[in-house]
């Protein structure tokens, strides 16, 4: 699905999240600092609760996609999710986190990318992401894995929208496009 390859001991595989894995999200989110799973939830978090372990499972493959990323030993690395709702079929959310000892690898931009594409193919045509005014290194990632990302503020937060063209290397959304489709949303 994605590979990153660094060295041979670091090489990195993508797969999607089966909906029986409830270790595996106490995995990754054991190996978030405290900051980081603050930036992820927008709460201080120790650890996942039965409800939201709960919601995070709940995977489908089309509404609710999630892609792990594992190290050769299937240890897990890092998560991305999209889900949309029954409404906006062509709106998603994403959301993305990697593991503190695996921070500014490439794990995070592997992981968008390669949820962004599985949302292209199920139809989504625009992904937004609820991201923390001082969170620069989502707010980087994000602009730099999608070359059309908008920023609007939200009352706690800034919302990403990126755009997704034919393929996610293939980029012939203009400005005018991308208003265009803003006012779509807005009507
Ligand atoms: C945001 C996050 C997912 C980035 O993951 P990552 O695996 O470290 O990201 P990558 O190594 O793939 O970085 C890709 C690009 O993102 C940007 N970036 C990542 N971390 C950054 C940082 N600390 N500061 C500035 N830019 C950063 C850079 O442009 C980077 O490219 P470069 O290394 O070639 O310069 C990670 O920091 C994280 O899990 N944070 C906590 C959870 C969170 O905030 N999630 C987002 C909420 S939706």
Known sequence: MGRLDTTAE???????????????????????SPRSRYLRFHAPIPALSAGLRRALLDVDGRDRIALVAEGVDG????????SRGPE?????????STIDAWHRRGVGRLLVAAVAE??????VRRLTAMVLPENRAAIA????AFPVCLTR????AVVLVALLGAGID??????EDVFADLADMAS
Do not use: M, N, Q
């Open 10 to 32: 670091e090489r990195i595989t993508v797969r999607e999240l089966r909906c029986d894995e409830g270790d595996v999200l106490d995995a990754l989110v054991a190996g978030l």
């Open 75 to 82: 240890s897990p690395v890092g998560i991305a999710r999209v």
């Open 88 to 96: 906006l079929r062509e709106e998603a959310e994403i959301a993305v």
């Open 118 to 123: 599985r949302a292209h193919a199920v139809g």
């Open 141 to 144: 990632l994000f602009r730099s």
């Open 153 to 156: 503020r939200s009352a706690d």
């Open 170 to 175: 293939d980029w012939t959304v203009t400005t």
